[in-house]
């Protein structure tokens, strides 16, 4: 990965049309020690809520929290698109959209938290996390010499689900999700997706930032069309993405000099 720069940035502020996607948490906010407490600073809001007036701008945020939780945390923002459930809950101004399967996918997702927390000894610290349609299992506040025996648990529980081919088990952060997820379905998918959905008026430079293990996918999509930035104090890692940025302070930093960037080279073509 080579790092965000100025030149870059400013490819992008000249751009006529632009696609940005977003990651919520460890993007836009600071990865905290309990999701609910990620709420969207106000300045990071309203920088989102100016980038968005521009005309030829479109933004949207994908997210593996559930669409509520997104749209709660992130607060409103005019003219986003909210993606929630790695695109599985799409909503936005003018659309609404939840995949078909969804309603009998959180039946059983209802079962397996139950299970869950049925098989698993509670341990101090651990967060088991509804999102309707996957669960996500927390142990960022665990003590680091419970991780194994709570991880050892898990995989005992989740074993016989994973058998069904029903569900994916997938680790980020401090987390293991078990999310259910139809085949080839994924950030990347769902980025394509938009990019279709919205081509009308000319092509859109897509622009996506994120942290995770499954912002790869969106990475790897955008990889010969777009320009991708993780978010990471390691950019050695390896990694889909062409660009690094090290934190969502200068994610931020950047949202405050495409506004001013933009508002130069497109005086009066505010919407």
């Known amino acids: 990965m080579r790092c965000f720069n100025d030149k870059l940035a400013e490819k992008i502020a000249r751009a006529p049309r632009v696609f940005f996607f977003f990651d919520y948490d460890g993007t836009l906010t600071p ?20 980038l968005s007036r521009f005309k030829g701008v479109k933004i949207a945020i994908v997210s593996g929290r559930s669409l509520k939780d997104l749209q709660g945390v992130a607060g409103p923002i005019p003219g986003a698109i909210y ?25 059983v997702m209802a079962r397996i938290r139950a299970d869950l927390k049925k098989k698993i000894r509670p341990v101090a610290g651990m967060l088991l996390e509804n999102k309707t349609l996957g669960i996500s299992l ?22 016989p689900w994973l058998r069904l081919g029903m569900i994916r088990v ?22 394509q997706q938009l ?5 009308q008026g000319g092509r859109f ?32 890692a390896v990694s ?5 940025i090290h934190s969502p302070a200068e994610v931020f930093d950047f949202l405050r000099y495409l506004i001013q960037s933009r508002r130069a080279h497109f005086r009066g073509i505010c919407s």
């Open 240 to 244: 889909k993405a062409r660009y690094y």
């Open 31 to 50: 990865i905290v020690q309990r999701p609910e407490k990620a709420v969207l600073k106000k300045d990071v809001r309203e920088s989102l809520r100016a």
């Open 195 to 199: 990019l279709k959905k919205h081509c």
């Open 170 to 191: 997938q680790e980020g952060k401090k987390v293991w999700e078990v999310r259910f997820r139809p085949r080839l379905w994924h950030k990347g998918k769902i980025v």
């Open 83 to 107: 993606a929630g459930n790695h695109g599985l809950e799409i909503k936005s101004k003018d659309f609404n959209w939840i995949y078909p399967a969804a309603k009998q996918a959180a039946k």
């Open 138 to 159: 927390h142990y960022r506040l665990v003590p680091e010499s419970k991780v194994a025996s709570l991880y050892a648990q898990f995989q005992k529980a989740i074993a």
């Open 205 to 236: 430079l897509p622009v996506f930032f994120g942290d995770d293990r499954t912002d790869e996918d969106a990475f790897g999509a955008l990889s010969s069309s777009g320009i991708t930035v993780k978010v990471t104090q390691n950019p050695r």
